[in-house]
């Protein structure tokens, strides 16, 4: 590390989600013109690689921790390049901070933050204020495709006016002249130095944040993407996606695809945690608008980016009661089951239901999941397993190398009837589902090796295949692939919906672009209303 000029005043840029350089105004604000050294430090706060508090499983999951350990290191190296270095520590911000600040000597002015809205997050900063020494200032920073203070403008100053949909939200948003706001230049800032009494510190290692003792497998070869963490690959996919491939052009028609690197955007996990902007997204959809073309998919994209926006301010209107069984909307009637076998096999992909179980084990092979597979399957263990939605979010927030609390948690109240656009029972017919988006079973068969040889008439329901012919494939069902542990089509509550998570013919929220849905598992006692989503006192692909 450089060594800092002597007496030069200096600020903590604390990062949390929002590792990256470009579009970061917590470095550009921390920089002060140049006037001070930046000190950028980012904490591996052991809260967030605790267990989850309904099923107890580890909050990070191996493939979250891998790209977050990638992402962290880019964005060290990126530092490096430009004379600066970034602070690695273990342990409570709030303690952390203060240590770094009483070391200095006085030459910290303040810490700056990136604001947040959920309950964990916001807890960092009330206490942060409180045992920093030095004023902590918060920024909304670039989390957002709409900032926060346009947002309010346009509801009167009053969050608890925002529009209980979507498409509400959407109406009012593109109604106005309200746009985002362009890019902040953080990319031309300079550091400083980082004072040479700070050790650089190191991570932690993957086993630990993953809390497991078995050694890393790396990427599954059949994942639609080879994910890698930081704002460097981050901005590669920009340019795979918008100006190599021209993608952004068919993403409207492709989205709902499962099989391949580009039926989607993918940039929902560097979006995750920060390595790219919302704002550079759109930034770049703004560009391919007029020099490519303007259609409807790239208007969904702008769609999409929006509806994560919306459930970041759904969480800043509804506080912790995003966190609750009964949601935020919910009657508080549905009895939820916390069957821990039933939710086991939806873990492990082995529920009897192939468009299911494929799923599910992409997701733990490989960190991903499509937009169309996590609104199938939280809709089996919300329908037709009746298991406490929370233990689904909880499941994703740990598998999911993508996992957004707000988009997360917003998805899965969705999927349970208890959040945004609140409706029973809105359910999706796995076997219509299936043969929509995997009509020839080629989606299945990738992952789940064992129906390989059934027919693509077949490989959906294999239950129902004779014996001869379940022989015939090498596949005897009940031994080398389960019994179905659902009926498809009866749902519980005896509430009758469409095929295609309609009730009836009624019209429904705009809600099939991509989403991030998150889930979570587990028993333990019922959680009431002062529930949060740990002790301390992410829908775009």
């Known amino acids: 590390m450089a060594a800092s000029t002597a007496g030069r005043r200096a600020a903590i840029a604390l990062l949390r989600n929002d590792l990256r350089i470009h579009d970061n105004p917590v470095l550009l604000e921390a920089a002060a013109e140049g006037t001070r050294d930046v000190i950028p430090l980012f904490c591996f706060d052991p809260r967030t690689y605790a267990n989850a508090r309904v099923t107890q499983l580890p909050r990070m999951g191996v493939h979250r921790a891998r790209f977050l350990l990638e992402s962290v290191a880019d964005l060290r190296a990126r530092l490096r390049s430009r004379g600066s270095d970034l602070l690695i520590r273990e342990g409570h911000p709030e303690k952390v901070v203060p240590e770094i600040v009483n070391a200095l000597h006085g030459r910290v002015d303040e810490v700056i933050i990136q604001r947040e809205v959920t309950s964990e997050e916001t807890a960092v900063e009330y206490h942060l204020a409180r045992t920093a020494g030095v004023p902590l200032r918060r920024l909304w920073g670039a989390n957002t495709l709409i900032h926060a203070e346009d947002v309010l403008v346009l509801l009167e100053n009053n969050i608890k006016q925002l529009p209980s949909t979507y498409t509400g939200f959407r109406k009012l948003v593109e109604s106005s002249r309200v746009r985002p706001r362009q890019c902040v230049d953080s990319e031309a800032v300079a550091f400083g130095s980082i004072p040479s009494s700070l050790t650089p510190g190191e991570p932690p290692s993957l086993r630990t944040l993953a809390q497991t003792a078995a050694p890393d497998a790396g990427i599954d070869l059949r994942s639609t993407l080879q994910y890698r963490g930081g704002e460097t690959a981050a901005m590669e996919r920009i340019d795979e996606y918008f100006w190599k491939k021209s993608l952004a052009k068919s993403y409207k028609v492709t989205r709902n695809g499962l099989l391949g690197g580009d039926f989607s955007s993918k940039f929902s996990p560097w979006l995750s945690i ?5 704002r550079m997204i759109y930034k770049h959809i703004h560009q391919y608008e007029k020099q490519v073309v303007a259609n409807d998919s790239t208007y969904w994209l702008w769609f999409e980016l929006l509806w994560r926006d919306y459930f970041r301010y759904h969480c800043m209107k509804y506080g912790t009661a995003v966190f609750h069984l009964e949601g935020t909307h919910g ?12 939710f086991q096999r939806w873990c492990d992909g082995t529920t009897g239901v192939p468009f299911v179980d494929a799923n599910m084990r992409e997701l733990r ?14 809709s089996v263990l919300v329908n037709d397993l009746g298991l406490d939605w929370r233990m689904g979010a909880e499941w994703f927030e740990s598998m999911l190398n993508d996992y957004d609390v707000c988009s997360n948690w917003g998805n899965w109240q969705y999927a349970a009837g208890v959040g945004v656009d609140p409706r029973p029972y809105r359910y999706f017919h796995q076997l219509k589902q299936a043969s929509m988006y995997d009509k020839d079973g080629l989606y299945v ?23 001869w012919r379940q022989e015939e494939a090498g596949c005897i069902i009940g031994e080398h692939y389960p019994k179905p542990i659902v009926t498809i089509g009866a749902i519980r509550g005896g509430r009758a919906r469409g095929n295609d998570g309609k009730r009836g013919r009624g019209k429904r929220d705009a809600r099939d672009g991509k989403r991030q849905t998150t889930l979570q598992w587990g028993r333990g006692k019922p959680v009431g209303a002062g529930y949060r989503r740990h002790d301390l006192a992410a829908p775009m692909q």
């Open 445 to 467: 068969k990738t992952w789940l090796p064992e129906l390989a040889q059934f027919s693509p008439d077949e490989v959906h329901q294999p239950h129902r295949v004779e014996l």
């Open 274 to 278: 920060g390595c790219l902007s919302p």
């Open 331 to 342: 009657n508080g009637r549905v009895q939820w089951d916390r069957d821990v076998q039933k």
């Open 365 to 378: 092979l490989t960190g991903f999941m499509s937009n169309r597979g996590r609104q199938n399957v939280a």
